[in-house]
């Protein structure tokens, strides 16, 4: 977040191992910052909190209208 933290969004994404299929979940900057952790040799994003506050594939957040 020190050098990103300003973004308006931030975009996690989760590849399923079996299919190589991956799944997108746009996060607007507030959500980013409810999932960050400072986590050094890993990703900065805790993944279930994710999953349970963030629509997968949903880009509406982009549309403005």
Known sequence: ???KGNA???????L???TITPTFYLLTNA???EAFR???GGGN???PHVREHIVPN?????DHG
């Open 8 to 14: 308006d969004y931030f975009i996690f994404i989760e």
């Open 1 to 3: 977040m020190a050098t």
């Open 16 to 18: 399923d191992l079996r």
């Open 58 to 62: 949903d880009f509406t957040a982009l």
């Open 38 to 40: 400072d986590y050094k």
């Open 31 to 33: 959500q980013a910052h």
């Open 45 to 47: 994003c805790y993944p």
